[in-house]
């Protein structure tokens, strides 16, 4: 015993813009429910058309299935029983109604009973039958439900089968009532077939693919730059080397050359140095004096210091992180959200990454968030982040300090770095070197190239000019010869 209600009358619902016509095809009536007047929507078996089931709706907008809901088929389902070219799919029986009536009763449309949170499971029961049309268009609710519950009823479907509809106003009853019938129309025929999000075609791309590629921002080392084809928004770089190898003051040349040559912004995060102290470094790149070491040392007077430091000033050009020993890595990426945003700054140069995890009970897996934040924060804002890590003494081999080589494995936390970094590089110096030259003498290394690959491997070497402070691009040093019993060539060596 189903336990149905009289279905009641078929009249026109003026205040939906419904014609009796409609409600009659569709059967959607107005009865009684307990001495409640209802509007009933008969959900038929689509196999033999006798009413299993009725969604009454109430004045207050309440609801309520009666009847069989076993297979639970949707309203107006017994209609189309040979499938066809499309399909569309609403949230409500009187939207399904109203997409009956403006097309005229001539196209498929119906509507799920259990509400947006049962859409997905009555799709699923329902996927044989829906197969038989070569599309399925989803009309639900512009809300907030709606829009959730399409996308998750669309991955149901096969590639290119499932499109959602978008519309002005919040369903198809709303437009139909204010005069906007031609967009219910229009809607159903350009509905964008579901893709999840992150996928996109050849055809989307297409003006991005035919666009030339850009050379990137240059090295102060043209050098590196003919190597990497310059560095490009959106990527994080990575340094590495041994103490008092010389990668701050790499870094300080950098930042000199992307202030004063090309001109743009830069924010440096010297977690370990004193804002003021760079500064000094800068100023001192800049004019070609050591203002970081005393007067008499330096060769250097306050004349030079406060003209330099007045030159920089004015270009207004760069943004120091001035809270020392603070290492909060949250803290450090809204301070660069606000800097890419407020100051346009692109240039980032932080000093070093493993200050950001050390105050970490677990360090390890602070660098991996940390990393991948950083990696996802350069790309959302279109930055390029430089960062310097200190590296794990090695298990073989000479330390770093003694021009050992860098390694990728010798990052602390090398996993996380060298997955999310676009370019690696490392410094190497024997700073116990005999050899007074070949102590001043540092090896670049390109560790990763994400871009092309070209350049790992490769280096380039500099020398240090104490009187102005400088790095100096130099040739490959010659390999020291350690034979004992070399002579120089011609020279008689039998004994």
């Given at each position: 015993m189903l336990d149905l209600i009289e279905p009641g009358q078929f009249?026109?619902?003026?205040?939906?813009?419904?014609?009796?016509?409609?409600?009659?095809?569709?059967?959607?009536?107005?009865?009684?429910?307990?001495?409640?007047?209802?509007?009933?929507?008969?959900?038929?078996?689509?196999?033999?058309?006798?009413?299993?089931g009725q969604k009454l709706r109430f004045p207050n907008k309440d609801f309520k299935y009666i009847g069989d809901a076993k297979d639970d088929p949707f309203f107006l389902q017994h209609l189309?029983?040979?499938?066809?070219?499309?399909?569309?799919?609403?949230?409500?029986?009187?939207?399904?109604?109203?997409?009956?009536?403006?097309?005229?009763?001539?196209?498929?449309?119906?509507?799920?009973?259990?509400?947006?949170?049962?859409?997905?499971?009555?799709?699923?029961?329902?996927?044989m039958w829906l197969s038989k049309f070569d599309e399925v268009v989803l009309m639900f609710d512009m809300d907030e439900p709606g829009r959730a519950g399409a996308i998750e009823c669309a991955t149901v479907f096969k590639p290119g089968v499932c499109k959602i509809a978008h519309l002005s106003m919040k369903d198809p009853n709303e437009l139909f009532l204010a005069g906007k019938a031609d967009e219910i129309v229009t809607a159903i025929f350009q509905a964008k077939s579901y893709r999840p999000d992150g996928i996109v075609t050849l055809s989307?791309?297409?003006?991005?693919?035919?666009?030339?590629?850009?050379?990137?921002?240059?090295?102060?080392?043209?050098?590196?730059?003919?190597?990497?084809?310059?560095?490009?928004?959106?990527e994080t770089y990575a340094f590495g080397a041994g103490t008092g190898v010389g990668k701050t003051d790499w870094f300080t040349e950098q930042m000199m050359f992307d202030m004063s040559r090309l001109n743009e912004p830069i924010g440096i995060f010297a977690l370990e140095q004193q804002p003021d102290e760079t500064g000094k470094r800068l100023a001192g790149k800049y004019a070609g004096k050591r203002f970081h070491i005393p007067k008499e040392a330096g060769g250097w007077s306050q004349d030079e210091l406060v003209s330099t430091l007045d030159a920089l000033e004015a270009s207004g050009k760069v943004f120091f992180y001035d809270n020392f020993g603070a290492t909060d890595w949250d803290v450090i990426q809204s301070t660069i959200r606000f800097l890419a945003h407020s100051e346009g700054v692109k240039l980032f140069y932080l000093d070093h990454l493993t200050a950001l995890?050390?105050?970490?009970?677990?360090?390890?897996?602070?660098?991996?968030?940390?990393?991948?934040?950083?990696?996802?924060?350069?790309?959302?804002?279109?930055?390029?982040?430089?960062?310097?890590?200190?590296?794990?003494?090695?298990?073989?081999?000479?330390?770093?300090?003694?021009?050992?080589?860098?390694?990728?494995?010798?990052?602390?936390?090398?996993?996380?770095?060298?997955?999310?970094?676009?370019?690696?590089?490392?410094?190497?110096?024997?700073?116990?070197?005999?050899?007074?030259?070949?102590?001043?003498?540092?090896?670049?290394?390109?560790?990763?190239?994400?871009?092309?690959?070209?350049?790992?491997?490769?280096?380039?070497?500099?020398?240090?000019?104490?009187?102005?402070?400088?790095l100096v691009a130099c040739d490959k040093p010659a390999e020291p010869d350690d034979n004992p019993f070399s002579k120089p060539e011609g020279e008689n060596t039998d004994f």
């Open positions: 009249i026109a619902l003026t205040k939906r813009g419904l014609t009796e016509e409609a409600c009659r095809r569709a059967g959607y009536s107005v009865s009684s429910y307990h001495g409640q007047a209802v509007q009933v929507a008969a959900i038929k078996d689509p196999d033999t058309g006798q009413t299993k189309w029983k040979d499938g066809g070219k499309r399909v569309v799919i609403t949230e409500g029986e009187i939207d399904a109604v109203t997409v009956f009536q403006v097309q005229q009763f001539k196209w498929p449309v119906v509507s799920i009973t259990k509400g947006i949170k049962g859409a997905k499971k009555q799709i699923q029961q329902n996927l989307d791309l297409r003006e991005r693919i035919l666009a030339e590629p850009e050379q990137g921002f240059p090295w102060w080392d043209e050098r590196l730059t003919k190597l990497t084809y310059g560095r490009r928004l959106g995890a050390a105050a970490e009970d677990d360090e390890l897996g602070a660098l991996k968030r940390i990393m991948s934040e950083m990696a996802a924060l350069a790309k959302e804002l279109r930055v390029i982040i430089h960062f310097i890590s200190h590296l794990s003494r090695p298990k073989e081999g000479k330390p770093h300090e003694e021009g050992g080589r860098v390694m990728i494995k010798h990052f602390y936390g090398s996993s996380a770095i060298g997955f999310w970094s676009h370019f690696m590089f490392g410094l190497e110096r024997d700073q116990q070197a005999e050899n007074e030259a070949m102590r001043g003498i540092t090896t670049f290394r390109v560790l990763k190239d994400r871009y092309t690959g070209s350049a790992t491997g490769q280096c380039v070497f500099y020398s240090y000019d104490e009187g102005v402070g400088r």
